[in-house]
């Protein structure tokens, strides 16, 4: 019965893929790497079918990145204040809606509410994967 279960899960999870690619005009190997993760697929979905023609954020977090100072866990290249959640209040300040943490949606402009709300995430030798910026 488990192994019925994976199947039908499975078979979801490459639909939902299969159907982000169609409506990105590509095909599921062409996508981003993060985008072919079935979670990340399902939620660009959920979000796209509730905010029509918004600008997103999708990031794919790197815990090592905010790991790298033994010294300071948790905060990224050891400077307190730079940890997930600080990006993730930075971003929903900014007017962001959030989705699982890791899809944001922005109404209005979001190059100048990201870049001004938080510089570090695109400071020279950033560690935080962003994986791709885009407008679904």
Known sequence: M???????RDRV?????KVLAKKCDQ????????????AIA??????????IDMPALVIQW???GF??????????????????DAVIN????AGAINYGNTIFMFRDSMQ?????????LFAKGSVINLEFLMSL
């Open 2 to 8: 488990e192994t019925l279960f994976k199947s039908i």
């Open 62 to 64: 790197n815990p090592a």
């Open 42 to 51: 399902s939620l660009i979905l959920k979000a796209t079918s509730k905010h």
């Open 67 to 84: 790991n790298n100072d033994p010294a300071s866990p948790n905060n990224r290249n050891g400077v307190v204040g730079q940890n997930q």
């Open 13 to 17: 999870q490459q639909r939902n893929i």
């Open 90 to 93: 930075s971003l929903q300040m």
């Open 112 to 120: 100048d509410s990201v870049t001004s709300s938080n510089p570090f």
């Open 27 to 38: 095909t599921p190997s062409t996508l981003p790497t993060t985008f072919q993760n079935p």
